[in-house]
């Protein structure tokens, strides 16, 4: 933890590397698995709680703790520039009216935060975009035969439904019908995003990942334009939850904001992409995961179903439809630990921020402008920490956040035992490491509450509808045989979730 009261020491441990403020910075860019493997081993060697490296020639340390005098915006602004590509002059205009003593550095976050908290982390709108989520998922799964076993690529096939889904709840419909293929190059950018926004010069200058991102950003700009060529905010559906052209409150009202505040289209468009990225980089591989996890052990998928069952309310007797309640669903013991057990083991997120001023971190000097980074690996990695029942942290073990209770039935008065969850640890950094700023905000995913409903609701309908078995593990390349299972792929390190680097191959029969 970290010790604010200053020591005599001076400088923190040091990375090793060969090549001073060469090699780690090419391997933090290029291989940030193996550079986060470096940086766990060396804290646990020196004991200590701080090391220091450098990205270029600018310092910057990894810690474990919370300091609270981190510069939240700059990682944003790095982002306005890498993704929305807003122009200098943009970021040289006039502040808003009201804003005109806020500060140069925090302005741009004036009504953009409340955007968030509004319209997404607001209890209304999560709940609508997860029900249309579960709407249009569950359409997507419905064009798979029934009673019929066929053979299926997991990851393929959710990054295909699962993202499309979550785009049209979030906006809207026209953004997919006016850019035919813009799942695949949603996924192609998917690959290359995390590197991109530090615009470190070797892959800012690779011009297939430039490409990639300006084919994006085409199709994103095509919806800004045509959403704004044709909503009426007169009409009804101004305030609506849906519409087509925007999508989700969200979406519209962030359009309104950035249109008000003087950004162009362009700017727009990447503003789309970068949430793009929110929305879809962590969610479809974290589902992919619990998948994988459920169907490597048919009793855990038994016992899934059986609680996603419970969930299950009433069924249309029109249309056939069966509703589930979203709330008891994420509510439940087992769904809640795969849910946590999913996270702690595969996303690897370095939560960067930048000293405003001269810290003192751990008895150690940091100066100002230095990146200070924590990293999620090596929080849920940590033996002592989330260890369980024999089974060490190292291993996704469903149960691990079940305990059993003793309770009394309140119809038969007969004490029975009951499933609770309870995590094994706190998970101080699947959202956000560090959470309230100067700034007074709150910096942690303002998507959380979807992200969880997102989430367990494609595992509840999958496990519920579908009977699966695993085949093999295949190289999602070409599609030959792997001969092992798949693994974090580490290129994803420190980014977000991790994706399995090789396909599992399925076969399934939908029930219903
Ligand atoms: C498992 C799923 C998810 C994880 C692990 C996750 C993680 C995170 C983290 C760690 C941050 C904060 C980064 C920081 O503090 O600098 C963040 C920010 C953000 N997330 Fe998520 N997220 C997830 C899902 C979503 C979803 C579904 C959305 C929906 C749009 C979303 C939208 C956002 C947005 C807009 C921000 C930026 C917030 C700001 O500007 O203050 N996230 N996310």
């Known amino acids: ?67 609270e005098v981190l510069d939240v ?58 029900e249309t989520f579960y709407r249009l998922f569950s359409e997507r799964l419905d064009r798979q035969p029934v009673a019929e076993w066929t053979t299926v690529n997991l990851f393929q096939f959710l990054k295909a439904t699962m993202a499309e889904s979550a785009v049209i709840s979030l906006f809207g419909s026209q953004i997919v019908d006016l850019n035919p293929g813009i799942i695949e190059a949603y996924w192609d950018f998917d690959a290359i995003a995390g590197p991109l926004a530090w615009g470190l010069p070797q892959l800012s200058a690779a011009p297939v990942a430039l490409a990639i991102e300006a084919r994006l950003h085409e199709m994103t ?22 519409d087509p052209h925007w999508g989700s409150r969200l979406s519209r009202e962030s359009a309104r904001w950035l249109r008000q505040g003087g950004f162009s289209n362009h700017a727009a468009a990447g503003h789309t992409l970068a ?94 402008g230095a990146l200070v980074q924590t990293c999620s690996q090596v929080a849920h990695y940590d033996e002592a920490v989330w260890a369980a029942g024999g089974h060490p942290a190292t291993e996704f073990w469903g149960w691990r956040h079940v305990k059993e209770v003793e309770v009394v039935d309140e119809g038969s008065g007969e004490t029975v035992t009951r499933r609770q969850f309870a995590m094994k640890a706190r998970p101080s950094s699947f959202f956000s490491v560090w959470y309230v700023f100067p700034r007074g905000g709150y910096v942690m995913c303002p998507g959380r509450h979807f992200a969880k409903q997102e989430i367990l609701l494609a595992v509840a309908v999958l496990v519920s509808k579908f009977d699966m078995e695993f085949v093999e593990w295949t190289n999602p390349d070409d599609g030959s045989r792997s001969d092992r299972p798949g693994l974090d792929d580490r290129r994803y390190a420190a980014f977000l979730a991790m994706s399995p680097d090789r396909e599992m191959k399925i076969r399934w029969r939908r029930n219903w």
């Open 275 to 368: 949430t793009l990225f929110g929305l879809n980089g962590n969610t479809v591989p974290i589902t992919t995961w619990a998948m994988i996890e459920a169907i490597k052990d048919p009793s855990l998928f038994q016992a899934l179903r059986e609680e996603a069952q419970s969930a299950y309310t009433a069924t249309d007797p029109k249309t056939g439809t069966k509703h589930i309640d979203a709330q008891k669903l994420v509510a439940l013991p087992l769904m809640q630990s795969l849910y946590v057990e999913t996270m702690r083991l595969h996303v690897s997120l370095n939560i960067a921020r930048q000293a405003k001023q001269p810290l003192e971190i751990d008895g150690f000097r940091v100066r100002q």
């Open 221 to 242: 700009r095509r919806h800004i334009d045509s959403a704004w060529e044709h909503f009426d905010w007169d009409g009804p559906d101004a305030e609506a939850t849906w």
């Open 73 to 130: 915006n700059f990682l944003m602004l790095r982002m306005m520039e890498a993704h929305w590509g807003v122009s200098p002059a943009e970021l040289g205009q006039v502040p808003a009216p009201g804003t005109e003593h806020t500060p140069d550095d925090q302005r741009y976050w004036h009504g953009h935060d409340r955007l968030y908290v509004d319209y997404l982390t607001n209890r209304k709108y999560s709940d609508a975009l997860a």
């Open 1 to 67: 933890m970290l010790s604010w009261p200053p020591r005599s020491k001076q400088q923190p441990p040091v990375l090793r590397g060969t090549i001073p403020y060469v090699s780690n910075t090419v391997q933090y860019m290029t291989n940030a698995g193996a550079f986060l493997d470096r940086v766990s081993n060396q804290l646990k060697e020196t004991k200590s709680n701080i090391i220091k490296f450098h990205v270029g020639f600018t310092p910057a340390y990894i810690v474990t703790g919370s300091p």
